[in-house]
């Protein structure tokens, strides 16, 4: 069979077929977020709160149930449910805003990105619907009075899927042509009752018009048993309903006197058929809806009668084509669809055991689903609009206040579509490696998009998060354009030459603004891992101390490595890049031997701690095992024979560099007959060291993968007073006990797969380095040696572990659930039982568990 899924894939890539303009590009939530917060207190979870999200019309983007859009969201398609017994339907997932969590923002909902091919020609999600009344109060009172060192109350906790009184709600889209969109929605009852349940298949425009814009209202009509809709960007377009269904229509418009007791805001009159209004009609009677069927949000509303363990299927299309085909075709496209997703799937995973191929499946399943519209202009979100009130006083000095350039309106892939539905710097790196083992296209647009002018800062930096854009991820981009550049068959130069010349401002940036003193050391903050250290390594310490850290210098070492290995690759075309890469060999020299000579290397404990630098420059060490002290590993590459002999300018340099400084030798391994061509802040000795530590079950070593922080502190925390403040850490496997970054997230101790992947990156160069002579106690105290490369396939495995079947056919990452045919790829994992936490869905960095199974990073 010819592999269509690759031959839709290869259009897109050529833009003969505009196969992405449609996709799962709708959030999970929009409510709670930065963008929607005008509040003068920057309070964004209260600014727009949950039960705000059903009757408010949003700013910036739209969020959903299993909903889709067009690349520019001018309109939505989803579903919404209602069991007959909940307060509003069910048109987003549920949950805890980060102040109602006792861990943090939290969704307590159960769904599954089930399947997707890259061109998402086929996509499957599926969602366990209660068939009770859903248990919103109890969720927000019993969280509440839970404190840090309790466990998250979840909805499973509840009881409400006792006896089986759900629904399993399957929703299957196919696409006919790049426009014409065929859905399948299969509604089981798991229950030994019959069920009815309201299924409202809706569709809506993002609303475009409450803003001051001067443009032509788009709309929607009916047209017999069709919905038919036009706007200005999409023209016009159809969406049918298989069955008899009720068609009920309103205006994504706020319901302004449920919201602020009053008939008009900002000057304009409200409608009589809001937001809500589909939801109100349904639920209450209300006479919410338009009488005259008209509107910019409109539904199918089906009753269905689903008799105890049977389910019921029924079919809808969507189309701008001219001539549709109708949803008595659906079933045969879905099926099609399907099989050709099976057919891509099964060619892309041949070599892997079965078991691994599902989890590989459904872990790119789930990036793929994770793309999402994302606009965002900081500099109209700062003045405020033309139609609306001013922004209270102060705003425009306010958050993100130094990113006025920034103006988003694109389809990124998101860390988390609903506890992190805003792109953030280093998590999006991970998942470009990822997607570039289907998509090296979209994984190298990805990658480039921070670096383009409507993101990255005229000063360098990238944008970290909306949260804070100033804050500091690390700087993975060059090692991510490094491994896709790989994968992608070390062919695109163009690509690399793109990324190169972005990157060299944001590398100025990072040596000017993260090493204060000069010293080739640096801070640079918290670094993406949160709470890992005893104190908030985002803010100062007392009495003008600094933070000198192991993790800042390890990551700016390595930035200078996979720069220099660009920068030869780019040197075969054009000469000119051999000064650079002399640059950066020079850069990385410099920064290796300090963070090995300036009190980050601890000889007596043979590892790499932060170290606390006084105001009288006196140095401390924080002496924590944490991932902190491993990551100085990753600052490693090989400089072969053959590109000394091709770039003679840089053999020169390095013959006077080792010549003039000495103390460069332990970091340029040129004379080693034995370690040839290595460049390694971490040399093999310090290598040695460090991975008795890493590999020693005791400390870091995890059934399933690297911890976060080492085992040992867990009958050993470790304290550290700094003028008269006092900091204690200890090793805490799940949430987080700390307040330190607002709890959601944990690196005391959890394993995460990002770090995880760079580790195993690192022992994958190492060992074509050191070789097969080169062997290791594994793990550490075993008496078993094993070469490097063995070692991070089994730390591969390991890691696949989290998400393969084990006792009881249940996997560790969510072991206790009903639901084992479907995975979820949460944020991070219990460092000892391997249990998902932290936010569910985090398929953005998490699915790196797809690369790993095959083979990547390297």
């Known amino acids: 069979m010819a592999n269509e899924e690759q031959v839709r894939l290869d ?36 600014s727009f709160p949950f039960d705000h999200a059903h009757a408010r019309t949003y700013r910036w983007n739209e969020d959903g149930l299993s909903a889709w859009c067009d690349a520019r969201q001018t309109v939505c398609i989803g579903l919404a449910l209602w069991n007959g017994q909940d307060p509003i339907l069910k048109e987003r997932y549920f949950g805890l805003s980060g102040p109602e969590g006792n861990h943090g923002e939290d969704v307590k909902e159960y769904w599954w990105y089930s399947d997707s091919t890259p061109t998402h020609s086929y996509v499957r999600t599926v969602y366990a619907y209660p068939l009770n009344a859903f248990p919103y109060d109890d969720l927000r009172r019993t969280n509440a009075a839970r404190d840090r060192s309790e466990p998250e109350y979840e909805l499973i906790d509840t009881g409400i899927f006792a006896e089986d009184r759900y629904a399993m709600v399957t929703t299957e889209w196919a696409k006919a042509s790049p426009h014409d969109v065929c859905i399948k929605v299969t509604v089981a009852n798991r229950s030994a009752e019959p069920a009815e349940m309201h299924l409202i298949p809706t569709t809506w425009f993002r609303n475009n018009w409450s803003w001051g814009d001067p443009q032509n209202r788009p709309r929607l009509v009916a047209d017999g048993a069709v919905i038919r809709g036009f706007s200005e960007r999409t023209g016009e377009f159809t969406f049918e309903s298989s069955g008899s269904p009720e068609l009920l229509f309103c205006e994504n418009e706020t319901n302004v ?26 639920i209450n009677g209300a006479p919410t809806v338009n009488p005259e069927m008209i509107g910019t949000k409109a539904a199918f509303h089906h009753v269905l009668h689903v008799a105890a363990g049977a389910e019921v299927t029924l079919e809808l299309r969507f189309s701008l084509d001219e001539t549709p085909g ?24 041949s070599e892997l055991p079965p078991e691994n191929a599902v989890v590989t499946r459904k872990a790119f399943a789930g990036l793929l689903c994770s793309k999402q519209y994302y606009k965002y202009d900081v500099n109209r979100w700062l003045k405020g609009d033309r139609s609306q009130p001013p922004p209270p006083e102060g705003r425009s000095d306010g958050r993100n206040s130094g990113w006025r350039h920034l103006a988003a309106r694109d389809v990124i892939l998101m860390p988390d579509a609903w506890e992190y539905p805003w792109f953030a710097a280093w998590d999006l790196s991970f998942h470009c490696v990822a997607l570039a083992l289907i998509d090296p296209q979209l994984a190298k647009e990805q990658l480039l998009l921070l670096m383009r002018e409507w993101y990255q800062h005229p000063g360098g930096q990238l944008p ?40 060299l401002i944001n590398f100025t940036t990072w040596v000017n603004r993260r090493d204060a003193e000069g010293n080739n050391i640096y801070e640079g903050g918290f670094l993406g891992l949160d709470n890992i250290g005893p104190f908030d390594r985002s803010k100062g310490l007392p009495d003008g101390a600094v933070l000198e850290q192991s993790d800042g210098t390890a990551w700016m070492a390595a930035y200078c490595l996979d720069m220099l290995f660009i920068c030869i690759e780019l040197s075969a075309n054009n000469p000119t890049y051999e000064d650079l890469a002399t640059k950066f060999i020079e850069h990385f020299c410099y920064i290796a031997a300090a963070g090995n000579e300036q009190g980050l290397w601890d000889q007596q404990d043979a590892f790499y701690y932060d170290q606390i630098r006084y105001a009288d420059n006196r140095t401390e060490p924080v002496r924590v095992r944490s991932l902190v002290g491993l990551l100085p590993m ?74 976060s922080l080492s085992a040992y502190h867990r009958e050993h925390p470790y304290n550290v007073s700094v003028g008269d403040e006092q900091y204690c850490i200890d090793y805490e496997p799940a949430e987080s006990r700390t307040p330190l970054f607002g709890g959601n997230s944990n690196w005391r101790g959890p394993i995460w797969l990002p770090v995880n992947a760079l580790l195993i990156s690192a022992l994958r160069r190492y060992a074509e380095v050191l070789g097969a002579n080169y062997q290791i106690e594994y793990p550490t105290g075993s008496g078993m040696l094993l070469r490097l490369d063995a070692i991070a396939d089994n730390l591969s495995a390991r890691l696949m572990g989290l998400f393969l079947p084990a006792e009881q056919q249940q996997r560790p990452c969510q072991r206790g659930l009903p639901w084992q045919d479907e995975i979820l790829f949460n944020e991070y994992f219990h460092g000892d039982t391997g249990f998902g936490l932290g936010a569910s869905h985090q398929t953005g960095w998490t699915s790196m568990i797809a690369a790993i199974s095959l083979g990547w990073p390297r």
């Not at 109708?326 to 399907?338: F, H, K, L, P, S």
């Not at 690390?474 to 068959?489: E, F, M, N, S």
């Not at 040129?670 to 310090?686: E, I, T, V």
Request: proline share 4%; hydrophobic share 40%.
């Open 11 to 46: 259009q897109a890539v050529a833009g003969t077929h505009a196969w992405r303009d449609f996709g799962p590009y709708v959030a999970e939530r929009a409510w709670g977020t930065v963008r929607e917060d005008y509040s003068a207190s920057g309070d964004a979870w209260s």
């Open 257 to 282: 006197a449920r919201l602020y007791g009053s008939e008009s805001y900002a000057g304009v009159r409200a409608t009589s058929y809001p937001k809500d209004g589909i939801g109100d009609h349904i």
């Open 326 to 349: 109708g949803t008595e075709q659906v079933q045969d496209i879905v099926a099609t669809r399907r099989a050709e997703a099976d057919l891509y799937w099964a060619q892309r995973l």
């Open 464 to 503: 970290a998060y909306e949260w804070n854009f100033d804050d500091i991820n690390p700087p993975v981009q060059a090692w991510a354009a490094r491994q896709i550049y790989l994968i992608d068959g070390k062919r695109d130069t163009d690509f690399l030459e793109r990324v190169t010349h972005k990157l």
């Open 634 to 707: 990753i600052a490693m590459t090989q400089l072969p024979d053959v590109e000394l002999r091709r770039l003679p300018n840089l053999a020169d340099r390095m013959d006077w560099l080792l010549e003039q400084r000495p103390d460069f030798v332990d970091a340029i391994q040129f004379d080693s007959a034995r370690f040839r061509g290595l460049l390694a802040m971490c040399n093999p000795q310090r290598l040695t060291d460090l991975l008795r530590r890493m590999l020693d079950s005791e400390e870091f070593l995890s059934p399933y993968g690297i911890r």
